[in-house]
């Protein structure tokens, strides 16, 4: 697909993988949720899917990493649905189906929290979703540091590692934030 940077996008694509750690070289993707949004964060559609990985493995790699200890309740439910999963190659199918309904003529935006991680898996396991993907990323942990940073300001985020969870937070996140910038500063 062809990029011109001076498009102007008309929707999002909210993305939330969780993995059993962060190294896409040597850790697994175990669920997806995507969300479409235009720029007044209505959802417009959805997709949610675990992906199917052998449970072996993936325990192995969640035991490695430890910080899924944290969350015991994400982890066995994801576990407890891991056989039920789809295949990555059908879940990025039905991914690219949904860009070519909602994002016809434009590459689709990347939104979320430390979305750059999420990118590095999406192009190792699905490089073909990963060529309808526009370079450009709206990152909301940019934003958290710049809030934390010059004017102290933080969000409180609920910790669930939960992707459909993680993605209507980082939405929420990103309101208040620009809710924050509506009353305080003169934009």
């Known amino acids: 697909m062809n990029i011109d940077k001076n498009q102007i996008p008309s929707r999002l694509l909210w993305v939330d993988l969780e993995m059993t750690g962060l190294d896409p070289d040597n ?14 964060f209505k959802t417009l559609a959805s997709y949610e899917s675990v992906i199917k990985q052998p449970h072996e ?7 490695k990493g430890g910080w899924w200890r944290n969350f015991p309740d994400s982890r066995n439910d994801i576990l407890d649905k891991l ?5 990555p190659r059908l879940v990025e199918n039905e ?3 949904l860009l070519n ?12 929290n430390s979305i750059h991680n999420d990118r590095r898996f999406i192009t190792k396991t699905w490089p073909e979703l990963e060529l309808r993907l526009h ?5 909301v942990s940019s934003l958290k540091v710049l809030m934390q940073g010059k004017y102290g300001v ?15 937070a980082s939405i929420a996140e990103l309101q208040y934030y ?4 509506s009353q305080n500063l003169s934009i």
Not at 57 to 63: F, G
Not at 83 to 87: L, M, N
Not at 101 to 112: K, N, R, T, V
Not at 178 to 181: A, P, V
């Open 27 to 40: 850790d697994l993707v175990i669920e997806i949720a995507a969300e479409i949004t235009d720029f007044d």
């Open 57 to 63: 493995e993936v325990v192995k790699q969640m035991a």
């Open 83 to 87: 056989s039920q999963g789809k295949e």
């Open 95 to 97: 991914l690219i189906d």
């Open 101 to 112: 309904e909602y994002f016809p003529h434009e590459p689709a935006i990347l939104a979320g």
């Open 135 to 139: 370079y450009r990323m709206l990152d």
């Open 154 to 168: 933080k969000f409180d985020k609920k910790e669930i590692h939960r992707a459909s969870d993680d993605i209507q």
């Open 178 to 181: 620009l809710e924050w910038f």
